[in-house]
Every structure is written in structure tokens, then in C-alpha cells.
């Protein structure tokens, strides 16, 4: 039973390109929160999202940063015009329903953005 | 204010001591509380909930003071594997539920 799956693990971007982060939940999980890691520092939410709806990005930047999670496929965390302060590990976990009130978020390995 | 508040530490303690770790949070009307461990550029992982009444898991204490926003972790007889970054962790209690994570107390267990 294959837990959340990222990729790629690891994106060097120069300033100004386009990174594509990836993001496939545990089989039967249809909820999916990304965080983003700055070094020496704590998760931050940025985006929860159900299939085919973003139910709360309130910690998404509101401009360069986008998310989707299709009906089929991953899900899909888009960042334009990266900069330098984008440089950062980006997690993704999923649940099997909307309570996290259990507390068992699923993470991925995560994916490392730098940003030359 | 943060939403949740930890000391970032770093703590480094001989083996086989007892170490604990604090953690305020700010929103009085969050039910749910969570410790969870992330390992050196690793995932976080769920370590144990935190319940009213305090909880143990083998080496592991958690307890929750609701009147004073203040959970707590107690480690006794330290290994060397828990060595990690510990997150307290803090479900938020209106509209779309997530979890909010503390910025991490730092540990590290000496031989």
C-alpha cells in the first residue's frame, strides 16, 4: 500500500521559471493539504483541497502560487516566476476524510525547491 | 502571536534522561492537539494525541492544560533515536478543518 507519493523530490529552478510540484495520495485519500518548510523553520498550511475543489487556500500567496487536484491524476502545486524566497521544502499529505480531528495527516517525502 | 508557540530549543540531554518540551497555543476554541516528530530532512510524522486527561505511550506523556492554551511532551529515559525535531500541533476549530503545526523543538540525545 504505497503512502503519498511526491515529485520530484528534489527542482533547482533559476528566478523567473515555472516549478511544478506533484503530489499523489494514499490510495482511498481524497483530501490533500500542502505545507510549505522554510529552512529552520516550522510546516506552514498553504492549501487544502478535495477533488476538484479548493476548500481553503488562505495560506496560499496570492499571487505566483496555484493549486488543482483533478479528478484524475495527482495533485498539482504550481509556482511562476519562482524567487529566491520560494527555495524551500513543500509537503504534501492526505486524509481519508475532511476531520483532521484524529490528528493522522499522511505527509510525502516532500520536494526541495531551490531557486538560483 | 503565533497560533502555536514552542521553544525552538536547541536541547541536548544525555541519554537515558527525562526531557520535556512546552507548547502554548493561542486559539481557545481548538479541540484537537497533537504531537508529532519530523526526523532530519524527513516527513512529519504522527507521534500521539493529546487528551484532557493526559496520555502515555511507553516512554511517552502528553498533557493538555486548557485553561492555560499549554500542552506538553515528558520523554523519560531517553534514546538516542529520539533524536528528532518534535511539532506541537493544533487543529484549527472553524470552517475547513487543518491541522496548524508549531515551528518545532529541536532535540538531540548524547551518548
Redesign the interface.
Given at each position: 500500500n504505497a503512502g503519498v507519493m511526491q515529485n520530484p523530490r528534489h527542482l533547482v529552478r533559476r528566478r523567473g521559471q515555472e516549478a511544478r510540484l506533484r503530489c499523489s495520495p494514499m490510495k482511498g485519500h481524497s483530501h490533500v493539504y500542502w505545507y510549505r518548510q522554510l529552512p529552520e523553520e516550522g510546516l506552514k498550511f498553504m492549501v487544502y483541497l478535495q477533488k476538484e475543489n479548493i476548500i481553503d487556500e488562505s495560506g496560499m500567496p496570492k499571487e505566483r502560487f496555484s493549486a488543482e487536484f483533478p479528478k484524475e491524476g495527482p495533485s498539482i502545486l504550481r509556482i511562476q516566476q519562482v524567487v529566491r524566497g520560494d527555495s524551500a521544502a513543500y509537503f504534501c499529505a492526505s486524509s481519508p476524510s475532511g476531520t483532521v480531528s484524529t490528528g493522522e495527516l499522511f505527509f510525502g517525502e516532500g520536494s526541495r525547491l531551490t531557486v538560483l | 502571536r503565533k497560533e502555536?508557540e514552542q521553544d525552538p530549543g536547541p536541547f541536548n540531554v544525555p541519554e537515558g534522561a527525562t526531557v520535556a518540551f512546552n507548547c502554548t497555543y493561542s486559539n481557545s476554541a481548538s479541540?484537537?492537539?497533537?504531537w508529532y516528530r519530523q526526523d532530519c530532512r524527513?516527513?512529519?510524522?504522527?507521534l500521539m494525541?493529546v487528551y484532557s486527561s493526559g496520555n502515555e505511550d511507553g516512554r511517552f506523556t502528553a498533557q493538555l492544560n486548557r485553561a492555560s492554551q499549554y500542552i506538553s511532551l515528558l520523554i523519560r529515559d531517553s534514546k538516542l533515536s529520539d533524536s528528532a525535531t518534535y511539532?506541537c500541533?493544533v487543529?484549527t476549530p472553524q470552517?475547513?478543518?487543518?491541522?496548524?503545526?508549531?515551528?518545532?523543538t529541536r532535540l538531540t540525545i548524547n551518548p
Open positions: - | 502555536v479541540q484537537s492537539f497533537f524527513k516527513e512529519p510524522k504522527l494525541s511539532l500541533v487543529n470552517g475547513a478543518q487543518k491541522l496548524v503545526f508549531g515551528q518545532g
